[in-house]
């Protein structure tokens, strides 16, 4: 929860052989910690076991003893958030575990009395709860384990591989498989805690995502220029395939090339037989019989060749949507926006489709 001052919360069983716990009480035990002080719902808790929610640390005694009354040995360990680099910590013992602070001068088991010690509380399930308050700094390094752990290593060695371990986890492990070969499996328990290789992690992973976007960043913004340019002037680059280049000025000022001329390379003529198409009009009774019209494309300008024979009969020609005139010569935007077919009407009311391309 955001409002609780809680920031982790672990817990270990403790040996068996004091008393005989089943699974279905252990899982209660877990949910029951979990609810309370992990996910801070001290109001529906609290009520529900009697508990004075009103302060974490009567709240956290209360608990620790309704486990103690139901034989259920553990220990628990509340670390509230930091600080000025150190932070409270609550520990609460029901059985025979341990708990210890560790750093690289020195060991310390924390006893029933609630101060630092050196003396381990005599094994058997407690009548009552032990409760501990103190500090960690940022160097210190909480532990609390099983009996079956405590009892079979020793101190200097469990120091030894805390502080040589690279994290909490790693000591961990190192310790589980030392303990292991020497007493049952049954229940050997650990967990560690260390303020420092929390804050160390997320640090690295926001200074990563740093780099990462400061490095992606300019690629994608190079990559979308390069579309626009693309886009805006690729279709400019694009080589006429239907004839040679002609320079447009002179293509709008001077007749057609004459096909002889062999200084100068005449534009591709284009003639096609004329698309007949359906008209609404109907047409006249005696329609025109010279109708052909020959168009050239050259680059983006479309002329008619024999505009002399034909233009009397014309009455005007619809290049595209929305432009329709009576001239010889049309100049489009380019080449790509020249269309398939020209329609042209006669003085007649005639209309016939040309295909241009």
């Not at 089943?22 to 910690?33: C, G, H, I, Q």
């Not at 009697?50 to 670390?79: G, H, M, W, Y």
Request: proline share 5%; aromatic share 6%.
């Amino acid at each position: 929860m955001p409002d609780s001052p809680i920031n982790y919360v672990m817990m270990v069983v403790d040996n068996f052989s004091s008393a005989i716990i089943k699974d279905l009480e252990l899982t209660e035990t877990e949910l029951f910690v979990n609810r309370l002080f992990v996910k801070g719902d001290y109001k529906q808790y609290a009520d529900k076991f009697q508990i004075n929610r009103d302060d974490i640390k009567k709240t956290f005694l209360e608990a620790s003893a309704f486990l103690c009354k139901n034989k259920i040995p553990c220990t628990i360990v509340l670390i509230l958030k930091s600080v000025n680099e150190t932070r409270d910590i609550y520990v609460a013992r029901t059985g025979t575990g341990s708990s210890y602070i560790i750093n690289s001068q020195s060991i310390h088991v924390i006893n029933d009395s609630g101060d630092l010690g050196d003396s381990i509380s005599q094994p058997g399930l407690l009548e009552k709860p032990q409760l501990f308050s103190g500090k960690i700094n940022k160097e210190d390094t909480i532990l609390i384990c099983s009996e079956n752990l405590s009892a079979v290593l020793d101190r200097n060695f469990i120091q030894r591989v805390v502080v040589s371990s690279k994290s909490p986890e790693e000591a961990c492990k190192k310790l589980l498989h030392s303990a292991s070969g020497t007493v049952r499996k049954d229940n050997i328990s650990v967990a560690a805690f260390n303020g420092s290789f929390i804050n160390r992690h997320p640090n690295k992973e926001r200074v990563s995502t740093k780099t990462l976007l400061l490095t992606i960043i300019p690629l994608i913004l190079i990559l979308i220029g390069l579309v626009i340019y693309k886009v805006n002037y690729g279709s400019k680059n694009n080589p006429v395939e239907i004839s040679s280049p002609v320079n447009t000025v002179d293509s709008l000022t001077s007749p057609p090339v004459n096909k002889k001329d062999k200084d100068i390379k005449a534009p591709i003529m284009i003639t096609q037989k004329p698309v007949e198409k359906n008209i609404d009009k109907k047409p006249p009774d005696n329609p025109k019989k010279n109708t052909n019209i020959n168009f050239i494309v050259n680059g983006s300008v479309v002329l008619i060749s024999n505009w002399e024979s034909v233009r009397l009969e014309i009455s005007s020609i619809h290049w595209n949507d929305g432009i329709t005139d009576k001239k010889r010569i049309h100049k489009y935007p380019d080449y790509k926006s020249i269309p398939s077919t020209v329609k042209v009407t006669f003085k007649d009311n005639t209309v016939k489709s040309y295909s241009i391309k």
